[in-house]
């Protein structure tokens, strides 16, 4: 696989893993199953790992940290802070500068680390000023906690403003073969240079059954899932996806996914499928 550089020096290969699934609210129920996958990722050639803070109220860093600690010298462990969990199944931004610096603080002694190579904002607060939360991230980045800093669901204006006071690294907003909202976002991210990490990469199977997707499958022969990673392989060279599971099978599908090439009229015809599609999502 190529690599793309993170900020400019984190080189990554393109296809990551999203970890997300391999807990539930809590931990894992199958703790062995689940770390067998994190393992397998990066054996099939994954570089990044997605989690968060609120990924199991912290137990998906210690799962990730159990599994993989000592960490191969090119594995980069992203994690965000800035959106919380009141209750099973809800999602609350909270920006609040000592919040976010005292997050990025456990996230170190959950991930077991000294830095944390790209530290993300999960979510913009709009019950905080924008300037303080990219200040508080600013701070930790030049106390030496954080390497990279990224935002996620965010416009083009935020992007630019947050710029203003710190370089972004990256940007992690939903985007898929038919969600497609955040197109002006993902251009201005390959014009600036900046890793787009697209969340829930993997649309729903509503396109999957006929249509163009099911045709170009058949045409390669490989699954949907496939052919729509591939798709967001070839649509841009700052494309990071980040798919998850909690299936050693459906991660090795996945990873396959980067042996595809394909053609122009291939592409074609599956951007086409999503060029008007508006879907509005989870919270994650």
């Known amino acids: 696989m190529n690599t793309f550089r993170i900020g400019g020096d984190l080189p990554v290969h393109p296809l990551g893993f999203g970890a997300m699934r391999l807990t539930g609210w809590g931990p894992p129920e199958d703790p062995p199953a689940a770390i067998a996958v994190a393992r397998r990722a990066v054996e099939l050639g994954v570089t990044l790992i997605d989690t968060a803070d609120a990924y199991a109220l912290g137990a998906n860093e210690e799962l990730l940290a159990q599994a993989l600690h000592p960490y191969p010298r090119d594995l980069v462990i992203a994690t965000k802070a800035g959106q919380s969990r009141p209750g099973r199944g809800r999602w609350k931004p909270l920006g609040r500068p000592e919040y976010l610096i005292q997050q990025a603080e456990l996230s170190l002694r959950r991930l077991r680390l000294e830095r944390i190579e790209l530290f993300q904002l999960h979510r913009v607060d709009p019950q905080v000023p924008f300037a303080d939360q990219i200040g508080a991230l600013k701070r930790l980045r030049d106390e030496g906690k954080i390497r990279h800093i990224g935002l996620s669901e965010v416009g083009v204006a935020q992007i630019e403003e947050a710029r203003r006071t710190v370089p972004i690294a990256s940007v992690q907003n939903r985007y898929n073969l038919t969600d497609r909202r955040h197109e002006d976002v993902l251009d201005h991210c390959e014009a600036a240079g900046i890793a787009f990490i697209p969340w829930q990469p993997v649309a729903d199977g509503t396109h999957a059954a006929d249509g163009p997707l099911a045709r ?42 980067t042996r595809i090439e394909l053609t122009r009229e291939q592409f074609s015809r599956l951007d086409a499928v999503g060029r008007e599609s508006r879907h509005t999502g989870p919270a994650r």
């Open 216 to 257: 170009v499958a058949k045409e390669i022969g490989a699954t949907p899932v496939q052919v729509m990673l591939a798709w967001l392989l070839a649509r841009s060279p700052v494309m990071l996806p980040i798919p998850g599971t909690s299936s050693a099978a459906h991660l090795e599908e996945n990873m396959a996914a």
